[in-house]
């Protein structure tokens, strides 16, 4: 392993890995603003930033940040989410300068171009639009709302058309120039680089970030509740939340654990049960997201309209029976699923980059891959089912179900009974 | 490179390359059979019979089969295609030979328990239905029919309700028996793997697959037309198809290098014009798929309902442009994404498996990067123009339009006209 990280005079940090043999490479900056850190009058306005990133410099306009990426066959894209925004490239090794190049250019320097900010509202409006014509999509939004109601964190990251089209140049200028401080950015590579030449190329570029560490956003307050949607669709869309744990939770590898044996692969609980024994759904599946100072565990499931309830009825004691019978096998079996995924991403020079630049963003540093194995293996049958059970006190569930009638009121109110009888 | 082709005495093919310094393989079976090799009382039978792969064996029921492969971290997976149906696995070293016993079991040795079809076609069913919500997903099913009618290549690979219920185990058995044959199957392999010892388990564990090469199935004939579908949805969902080339055919690389710059990224014409300047849309792509005797070029867009006629017209427009005026630059650039593309799968043990596999399915053996890079270099300005009038003189356009109206028709009938300027 070739980790090595600096952290220059300006609080920006640079953690690479040069992984021997590769001829191209990954890297990007992850910056930790996102759609939470958006003042009210402000929703969408993270992701509308990260499109006029790539809308034009003093030194390029729109298509020549394009072109110039794509002219050495590289690939530049970003995305922004509830905490961070990531933008990044992959390239061959001796592009990594000229990714560098634009990566800075693109962040230091945007002009927000009249013209340039017409055309991408519109372009934002279509993507939501698209995303209103994505039910296994839309249900995630219904979801998060009814997890965090008005809260900036429960807000759909591509606001609405409306405050879309209300931002101004001025606007985005002042939100850029609040939350991407140099402290709270990373830069992440791995591949053929070379740290040295990364920090150098570093130092000069993004010298013009400076600022103090951001504060942490407003304490998300998850709350849980039902939303119900109906929609002419063929399936019911049924996503379901409970209060997670945050990022640097003791505990985090126990729930991490419990989430896997429950509705992690194809030998998960409710893929085994739901889909294999009852044929309800095509599919399903659990994850756990961390955030800062709290978490969201979320399930998903597509099912028949009159499926619905049934389907319900089986998750719900699913959940709750694994909180109670998870055995060793299982907890053996989501330790080697994760244990596997480590070494796989390190063999993946963007998996790398990504999983670098977020560890050192949530702690400061990266954790090396021993440590990770050994947070793994010190979870025991009993601490998994133990984060089970706190998962389910935690908090009322959260529900949004989108689709045909008649089922969805009664799928909801089955769903809401989980919360009952953890009491 | 260590690329490495063995033909077994059965006429399965096995290509793998080790790649030094992993600690993880991928490896996989494709088969060169999908839904096109159906008959027509099989319509989706391709599918579930990669579904029913994982359903049990003689020595493993359904569980047995996720578990087995997840207890060791591993990941197996399957998808059907048009004229391919492919089962593979990511697993550590020490896991490869256990991967290739289940593939080899669950391929050789399916028991189709009635309990477990009739649940699996229910599963399908709910797929069918999570299909007919993606609306993304659901205009190139349109797009297929309108472009090949009442031929099984022009057919919705999942089947329809109707037909996925009428199948029986007989009917399964039947369909494998008749495509599943030895000189059709190709073993491939990435990673930390040895040729020797692939080759000696496929021997043994591959034994009962036979059979001479299958026959081409009936030749696929482009109509073209339109197909519009008046929907409740945000967005109009087009997709617009032209008769492409063959795999073998000597001017593949021409249309691709003219469909990359037509349509292939963030600095392509159709990305610029359409949604760049004009602000018309989020998502818009061209590719071109190719087939054992013909191919298909394609473009996907969404937009307003009220842009739908405007966007069509920009794109005809580019698409009748581009045959014209495509420059060097413009080639240079397709050029370098295409190149850099190659390099970057080469790093990749899944990508690499699958590459040596498609490559020994289409010609019989797995082509070096070097002749590829050299076949993307002998494209000119003029060639990639040629490629692009060819293909608009080739066939005559099918249009598949989804969404609210009421620009629908006139957006399909725009669409129309571009068979016109070519004659």
Redesign the interface.
Known sequence: MSVEVTRLPSGLTVVTENM?????AALGVWVAAGSRDERPDEHGISHLLEHMA?KGTSRRN??AI??TI???????NAATSVETTAYYA???KADVPLALDVLSDILSDPTFEDGEL?????????????C?????DLVFDLLQATAFPNQAVGRPILGTPDTVRSFTAKKLRAYLTRNYHAPDMIVGAA?AVEHAAIVDEVTRRFASFAGAENLVAEKAHFHGGAKVQKR????V?IALAMEGLPQKHDDLYSLSIFTNVLGG???SRL??EV?????????IYAFHSPYTDTGMFGLYA???AADAPDLMRVVIDEIAGAAETINE?EV??AK??????L??A????SSRAEQLARQTLAYGHPIPVAELVAKIEAVSVESARAAGRALIARSRPAIAVLGPGPGLESAATIAESLGRRAA
Do not use: W
């Open positions: 021997p043999r590769l001829e191209t790539f729109a298509r394009a072109e794509e002219a050495v066959g590289g690939d530049l992959r390239m061959l017409t055309r991408e509202k519109n372009v934002i409006v279509q993507e939501i639009g698209a209103e014509d994505t039910p296994d591949g002419d669709l063929e399936q869309h692969g194809m030998s893929f085994q889909r294999e024994q009852r044929g309800l759904c095509y599919t597509g099912t028949d096998a053996n079996r080697a699923q994760m244990k596997a995924g070494l796989m390190l063999e993946s020079c």
